[in-house]
């Protein structure tokens, strides 16, 4: 049989995972703080035939050696955490991280998970919470009676309530960052939770130790840029049907050698 089939199967297989990583981040082009994936491939073993620097009857050695792969498979989908595109809302909640760093939020289960998702709510204890209810971390309540929020750009959040004419703080929020971010775990929902990998979680405030700072009434929107996605689906399309053509050629070579006769 021959090894050809199996090469461009490979291929074929691999554009297939190319195509559906570029669906995911077409998908989430509109997904508050998205960062999209990008696969990275590897080729497969080498069969060798003859190895460079062989010997050969004349006492010279050949310069190049035969060596014959066997196709491509996937190595990593990897987040690319650039900064996305900011969108002003004039909402005093939603908040935007320019540069590195994390929201941290807790999860029911009391874990900790971590979001670039700043477009936060209060709950009916006051709390700033996510759109699916996750408060963030550290805890900040923002009392019943207030009429204005501030937040600054070091994450202190300042309130002014009915009948004062200051304002007043109520918290700090806290930001996260890793050593290796693309090492993050994704578990949808806008969430991410530390791996081995990703290392453990650096916190402290924004603007310090290397993190962002925060702004206030913007949103970060994804950072998948849909000419860069539609090339490479262009791309990854004519691979798969290139790849195509190699089985059919080598289905040929087959048949024609099948109808050899003596």
Known sequence: ?????????????????????????????NTTGFKKSRVNFQDLMYQTLRQAGTPTALGSEVPTGIEIGHGVRPAATQKLFTQGSMQSTDN???LVIEGDGF???????????????????????????TSDGLPLLPEIYVPQDTTSIAISGDGIVAV?????????????I???????????????RNLYEPTVASGD???????????????????????????EEMVDMISAQRAYEV????IQAADEILRLAAQLRR
Do not use: C
């Not at 029911?108 to 700033?128: C, E, H, N, Q, W």
């Not at 002014?160 to 700090?172: K, S």
């Not at 806290?174 to 949808?188: D, I």
């Not at 916190?203 to 913007?218: A, E």
């Open 1 to 29: 049989m021959l090894r050809g089939l199996w090469t461009a199967a490979s291929g074929m297989e691999a554009q297939q995972l190319h195509i559906d990583n570029i669906s995911n981040n077409l998908a989430n082009v």
């Open 92 to 94: 005093p909640l939603d």
């Open 103 to 129: 929201f941290q939020v807790l999860r029911p289960d009391g874990s900790v998970a971590y979001t670039r998702d700043g477009s936060f709510k209060i709950d009916r204890d006051g709390r700033l919470v």
């Open 160 to 172: 002014q309530e009915a009948g004062d004419t200051e304002m007043r703080e109520i918290g700090q």
């Open 174 to 188: 806290e930001l996260a960052r890793f050593t290796n971010p693309g090492g993050l775990h994704s578990t949808g």
């Open 201 to 227: 979680p650096i916190i402290s405030y924004p603007g310090l130790d290397g993190l962002g700072t925060i702004g206030q009434g913007y949103l970060e929107m994804s950072n998948v840029k849909v000419v």
């Open 243 to 246: 790849n195509s053509k190699s």
